[in-house]
């Protein structure tokens, strides 16, 4: 089946008839744009973080890790910009009374009624809160829009403590929230989500910033394909300078090729010294790195790729997606990459006697010990494949007559459907290698 095929609605169904996404809230009627992870959305969504801070982190030794507060002091967002200049223009509809972003409207009208727009205003798409007893002006607090500004307030922390040299990176996953206008195309854009973000710190020289940009480009790019999203399915976008963020120096977007239309997975952002810059003025306090070599003081510029968990998540379900006919039978199958994949195997006695469930229950608690695993002993065989392609299990291990016998077993591929047998005592070896790495 070709991915062009496949509509949100389809991937929303499986998502929450299989236990990935559900909509939040929903005994209620559910929350407006958000969403709660099932057993198996949650494994997916740890595994494409794990994905991600492997490649960012633990195979390198320029990059370290942070885990920084949701909350910062609200002079953060001053000195950041946030306050004055992370807005979306907002229209109402004088007739229906919805709201749109100006910006995605084309002409002068409500694109739901027809009726006349207000005049666009700048909205601010900060949550605000309040800390302590009293909600009050002097008690405001902000939900952070991004987790990159926890890096830069960490900055000196991180150069006084963990002896990093120039260039070298910092990496957080972690939740935001953003009061968007128009959320929607399910997980797409939402109000609360996560981010996966970078930031680079490299010597404050154009050839410099250039080389690294490039590389970083390059490198995510790339990260996309190594996990098995298909190439024509993504491009890379720069930005027009109209477009760009108030802390940009450039910009270019890793896009997906969603079910309505082409959609940023990621952006990798030059922001010069413009945060380091700003919190040193607004805090008094010197976030200068010491040039050892050059015996120079200077503020770092910075190469920042940041994505979204959810969206990424998203594409990887939309990528993987596919329908064909198996044995006489149609079948919906997600072909994750089995990195990704929620569930790594999934073990089934052939029969409910002959002590193949008790076999079956071994060889499942031998290979927990190392993968998420599932086991499946209703109904038939081909079915209980099928319930696990579905889900993107890539292998299944079918103890039967044989087992019994010789303490071998037959391992199934999700996606050629080939089984090979195999001794037991050689199975997680094997599914070791097949998988790229265990639990």
């Known amino acids: 089946m070709s991915k062009r095929a496949v509509t949100m609605e389809k991937l929303v169904n499986l998502c929450k008839r299989r236990g990935i996404v559900f909509p939040a809230s929903d005994i209620y009627g559910g929350l407006g744009s958000t969403w709660d992870y099932g057993p198996l959305g949650a494994e997916l969504k740890r595994n494409v973080k794990e994905a991600w801070w492997r490649a960012m982190v633990t195979t390198r030794r320029d990059v370290v890790g942070l885990d920084s507060a949701i909350l910062q002091h609200p002079r953060t967002w001053e000195a950041s910009g946030h306050l004055q200049n992370f807005t979306d223009p907002l229209v109402d509809c004088k007739s229906c009374k919805q709201r749109f972003r100006a910006d995605q409207i084309q002409g002068d009208r409500c694109p739901e009624c027809g009726g006349e727009l207000t005049e666009a205003r700048n909205f601010n798409l900060m949550f605000k809160t309040f800390m302590g007893p009293v909600e009050d002006s002097a008690s405001t607090v902000y939900l952070r829009p991004e987790t990159a500004q926890g890096i ?67 490198e995510r790019f790339e990260w996309y394909v190594r996990f098995g999203m298909k190439r024509e399915h993504l491009r890379l976008r720069p930005h027009a300078r109209d477009e760009l963020s108030h802390y940009s120096r450039g910009t270019t977007d890793v896009e997906f090729q969603y079910p309505f239309g082409w959609g940023e997975l990621e952006g990798i952002a030059r922001r010069g010294s413009f945060d380091l810059d700003q919190h040193s003025k607004v805090s008094g306090r010197d976030l200068s790195y010491f040039d050892e070599e050059a015996k120079a003081r200077y503020r770092p510029w910075v190469i920042e790729p940041a994505a979204g968990v959810d969206r990424t998540m998203l594409a990887f379900l939309l990528d993987a997606y596919d329908e064909d006919v198996l044995e006489g039978e149609e079948r919906i199958v997600l072909r994750l990459d089995a990195r990704l994949s929620p569930v790594k195997a999934a073990v089934f006695p052939l029969l409910r006697k002959g002590g193949q469930p008790e076999k079956a229950h071994a060889v499942e608690d031998m290979l927990r010990r190392h993968f998420l695993i599932a086991y499946d002993q209703a109904g038939s065989i081909g079915r209980r494949y099928r319930r696990q392609d579905e889900v993107g299990t890539p292998f299944g291990v079918t103890i039967d007559h044989q087992t019994m016998a010789d303490d071998t077993v037959t391992l199934r591929d999700r996606d050629t459907t080939e089984q090979v047998r195999l001794p037991i005592t050689g199975l997680v070896a094997e599914l070791t290698e097949r998988i790229g790495w265990s639990r």
């Open 152 to 218: 830069f307030l960490n900055f000196a922390n991180i150069v006084d403590t963990q002896r990093v040299r120039l260039p070298f990176g910092v990496a957080q996953v972690g939740k935001s929230f953003r009061n968007e206008i128009t959320p929607g195309n399910f997980i797409f854009r939402t109000r609360e989500f996560e981010q996966m973000e970078m930031e680079f710190f490299v010597k404050p020289d154009p050839a410099e910033e250039e080389r690294w940009f490039d590389y970083w480009v390059n």
